[in-house]
């Protein structure tokens, strides 16, 4: 197995605190070095917040895993200086097919807009993601990443939480000031710390086959409901790099796994999916079962949740990984600033607010979807296939519409935060506060360049006007003007008509790149108000 | 608009006919399947999403 990949084996290194017995008080621990800790690694270096990462492997996510990644996550890496090399190996695609039976049903454009730095959706191998991450944590000093570190154990204090870490020389005692857990969907800090991982559970098992084949198939995403190979069920088609070709089966909730992960089980089911002929090869292959659940709450005192641990999905719409990595997007900038006591710890309080309502609209969507093409009862089952049927009637386009085999993963725009000041000036378009901000091709001293990457890290002031200043503050907390014009051109006008801008039109945007405000003019006391709210000063 | 329990077809014994009729010949399966496309072709064409849930509880539905 694994013809195309080699696992990298990360060192194990006794730590110099275990080898002192001295206990040493970190800012900031990271448990788990999947995508969502390593991710998380990444920002906090970026805040310049030294942390330790502990994972109890060492090495990347055995098996593809999660597979698509889209537009709003690649941009988080980018500015995280890994997105590039992703996108450089990864396989963009923006055309689904979805089949009923042996007929093509309907297809889907992603239709992505143009003028963005980003594509719409990517797929890569977990591995791959992973290894990045590690080769950018390599030239990081602010992270000590220790692999063969086993968490076993959290005591909660006032004002931080006491470790108990097994590594390959026994078990040790550390303290963090922040802890992060990035510990996956069976999360045993979660746990620890006592809390509630509740939503519903699927009967369905799924198997996952990574084939590696020389296919002149285009790069689509194929979705089958109830194909001839496959009777009653549903199956997924993803080209990956490699010519590796990532395939999902719904079993059915009877299935053993067991059994049906041997090759010998898995093999015939590919051959008749693909043809007698085609020669392929098993790379790896497992089988799951699902849940959508979330945690009661994203922090239980100096316990944070992300990612899997405090959400999971079902894997239709490709949202587990997207959305942890927004998670990370939204925490890290929050905690810079409360442990260099620049803002109260409440800010801490608004990331579970923002990030549980972006999960449960991740938990409605992908529980929508699962229901479609799972479903539960054979009046569900009915309509279900009827809007299959009636979706191939090229006038129908209402059925089309009716028909989820997974919707994409997008941003959810934190439109009720309490960290956002409402517009009173009129803006069109879609850049209302709480919203991710809109790319654009931009110059910068004469050069081409991208808007996503002029900000970020730090709050901006993006003035379409000449600013009476160069920044506005709150506290040690400043907004840095970016004047459009004078700092950046936008030739084309596409910054402008995204924002809906007009000469004098100011947005204050946070270090997670969504907008927090805009106004019509630059008024510093309307700013420095709310600076403090998107501080939860 | 609320859901209209007046009678609103004209010669309702000619509609019920033609609604009989159109499944003659099918079987319990042809039917049920029919019935479904039918539920969505008209739930779609009356797009009122009020006007849809009053049907929906009307015809003993649970929401
Ligand atoms: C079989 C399978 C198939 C999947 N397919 C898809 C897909 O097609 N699309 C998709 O979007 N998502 C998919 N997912 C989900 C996707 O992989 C996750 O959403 C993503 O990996 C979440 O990242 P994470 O970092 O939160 O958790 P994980 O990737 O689970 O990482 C958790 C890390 O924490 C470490 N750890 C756990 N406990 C401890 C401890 N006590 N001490 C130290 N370290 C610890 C683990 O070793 C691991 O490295 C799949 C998952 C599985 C298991």
């Not at chain 1, 492997?57 to 996550?73: I, M």
């Not at chain 1, 692999?147 to 005591?155: C, D, F, N, R, V």
């Not at chain 1, 509740?198 to 198939?217: H, S």
């Not at chain 2, 033609?18 to 399947?33: N, P, V």
């Amino acid at each position: 197995m694994f013809k195309t990949y080699s696992y990298p084996k990360f060192p194990y290194i006794q730590s110099e605190e275990q080898k002192s017995s001295q206990v040493r008080r970190h800012k900031l621990v990271i448990v788990g070095a999947g995508p969502i800790g390593l991710t998380a690694a990444l920002d906090a270096a970026a805040h310049n917040i030294p942390c330790v990462v502990l994972d109890d492997n060492d090495t990347v996510s055995v098996g593809s895993r999660a597979v698509c990644y889209a537009k709003r996550p690649l941009e988080v890496w980018d500015r995280l200086n890994v997105g590039e090399r992703m996108v450089a190996k990864g396989v963009g695609w923006k055309l689904g097919k979805v089949f009923f039976k042996d007929r093509l049903s309907y297809q889907f454009d992603l239709l992505p807009e143009d003028d963005n730095k980003m594509p719409a959706m990517i797929n890569l191998q977990q591995y791959y993601l992973e290894e990045y991450m590690v080769d950018e944590i390599g030239r990081l000093p602010q992270v000590d990443l220790r692999w063969k570190h086993k968490l076993m154990a959290i005591e909660q204090r006032n004002d931080h939480a006491v470790l108990t870490v097994e590594t390959p020389d026994g078990v040790f005692t550390m303290e963090a000031d922040w802890v992060l857990a990035c510990d996956g969907a069976n999360s045993d800090v979660r746990s620890m710390v006592g809390a509630q991982f509740t939503g519903q559970f699927f009967q369905d098992r799924f198997l996952i086959a990574d084939v590696i084949m020389k296919a002149e198939y285009p790069t689509e995403r194929w979705f089958w409901f109830d194909p001839p190979f496959h009777p009653n069920q549903s199956v997924l088609l993803h080209r990956q790099p490699d010519d590796v070709w990532r395939i999902d089966f719904q079993l059915g909730w009877d299935a053993d796994a067991n059994e049906e992960k041997k090759p010998e089980k898995i093999i015939p089911r590919v051959k008749a999916m693909l043809g007698d002929d085609r020669e392929f090869e098993l790379e790896w292959a497992s089988v799951y079962q699902f849940a959508c659940r979330r945690i009661d709450d994203f922090r239980y005192g100096r316990v944070l949740f992300a990612g899997d641990s405090a959400h999971q999905v079902s894997p239709f719409g490709a949202r587990g990984a997207n959305t942890g990595v927004q998670d990370i997007d939204n925490l890290i900038w929050k905690l810079k600033l409360v442990i260099e006591g620049d803002a109260p710890i409440t800010l801490i309080d608004s990331y579970n607010e923002e990030r549980a309502f972006a999960a449960d609209d991740n938990l409605l969507n992908s529980t929508r979807a699962t229901d479609f093409i799972t479903p539960k009862s054979a009046s569900s089952r009915l309509y279900r296939d009827a809007t299959l049927q009636l979706a191939e009637d090229p006038d129908a386009e209402f059925a089309r519409k009716l028909v989820n085999s997974g919707r994409l993963s997008m941003p959810t725009p934190y439109v009720h935060s309490s960290l956002n000041t409402q517009d009173e000036d009129v803006f069109g378009g879609g850049m209302h506060p709480g919203t991710n901000c809109a790319d654009a091709p931009v110059k910068v001293q004469g050069k081409d360049a991208w808007f996503l990457n002029q900000i970020g890290g730090q709050f901006t002031l993006l003035s379409f006007g000449t600013a009476p200043v160069e920044s506005v503050a709150h506290g040690r907390v400043s907004a840095k003007v970016l004047q459009v014009g004078r700092d950046i051109a936008d030739e084309k006008g596409i910054l402008a008509a995204r924002y809906d801008a007009a000469p004098g039109t100011t947005y204050l945007i946070r270090p997670d790149q969504h907008v927090a405000a805009r106004w019509r003019g630059f008024d510093e006391t309307k700013i420095a108000r709310a600076l403090a709210r998107a501080v939860a000063a | 608009m609320s859901l209209n329990l007046n009678s609103n077809i004209a010669d309702p014994d000619a509609f019920y006919k033609e609604l009989i009729d159109s499944q003659r010949g099918m079987d319990d399966a042809q039917a049920a399947m029919m019935n479904c496309k039918l539920v969505l072709l008209l739930a779609n064409h009356i797009g009122d999403r009020e006007v849809i849930r009053e049907a929906l509880k009307r015809a003993g539905g649970a929401v």
